[in-house]
T-cell receptor
Framework: KNEVEQSPQNLTAQEGEFITINCSYS?????LHWLQQHPGGGIVSLFM???GKKKHGRLIATINIQEKHSSLHITASHPRDSAVYIC?????????????FGAGTILRVKS | NAGVTQTPKFQVLKTGQSMTLQCAQD?????MYWYRQDPGMGLRLIYY???????DKGEVPNGYNVSRLNKREFSLRLESAAPSQTSVYFC???????????FGQGTRLTVV
């Protein structure tokens, strides 16, 4: 079992829909990253959070440390939101901490 | 600011050839990382450098070497490329332990 699991693996939505991507982790963490990767593109950090909720535009990230679970929500989805969304847990490591990545969720938003 | 710059963006190698992937950052970050990304798997750490002058192995270091040339630059070398090293390689930087990571645009490497 991977230390960081994302669901769903693939998601297709209609423009305007509310989208939720889930991330569960089994390691102790100090923070959690949500990242975005457009096709053929680089990786961009969306959020880094260690508790509660963060919001940026139409994106909202929440984390429940006790349940070891985080969600990324996209409100009023748009085709330009089509990308791979990656959850990465900042876990304790012998040399400090390290990022442990989920396999990613491929999102396609149709117009 | 350019942030994190990787070169080249694309490369095709023949088995046994060598090459160096370059990464440079202008964010004055201490820590730099090399990851590989393969289909259906999360990014995996190849090597990292916690600070200038230090490098350490990550999860999948076999077949690779690194050099932290100075604070800005961290290179990844494949001495004898193998088809199993076909992947997308990402360089990343962080200022300190619990801070946000910043990634380059990636290098798509194919070994034939």
């Amino acid at each position: 079992k991977n230390e960081v699991e994302q669901s769903p693996q693939n998601l297709t939505a209609q423009e305007g829909e509310f989208i939720t991507i889930n991330c569960s982790y089994s390691v102790g963490i100090s923070a959690l990253h949500w990242l975005q990767q457009h096709p053929g593109g680089g990786i961009v950090s969306l959020f880094m959070l260690s508790s509660g909720k963060k919001k940026h535009g139409r994106l909202i990230a929440t984390i429940n440390i006790q349940e070891k679970h985080s969600s990324l929500h996209i409100t009023a989805s748009h085709p330009r939101d089509s990308a791979v969304y990656i959850c990465a847990a900042l876990s304790v490591w012998e040399y400090g901490n390290k990022l442990v990545f989920g396999a990613g969720t491929i999102l396609r938003v149709k117009s | 600011n350019a942030g994190v710059t990787q070169t080249p963006k694309f490369q095709v190698l023949k088995t046994g050839q060598s090459m160096t992937l370059q990464c440079a950052q202008d964010m004055n970050h201490n820590s730099m990382y090399w990851y590989r990304q393969d289909p259906g798997m999360g990014l995996r750490l190849i090597y990292y450098s916690a600070s200038e002058g230090t490098t350490d192995k990550g999860e999948v270091p076999n077949g690779y070497n690194v050099s932290r040339l100075n604070k800005r630059e961290f290179s990844l070398r494949l001495e004898s490329a193998a088809p199993s090293q076909t992947s997308v390689y990402f360089c990343a930087t962080r200022q300190a332990r619990n801070t946000e990571a910043f990634f380059g645009q990636g290098t798509r490497l194919t070994v034939v």
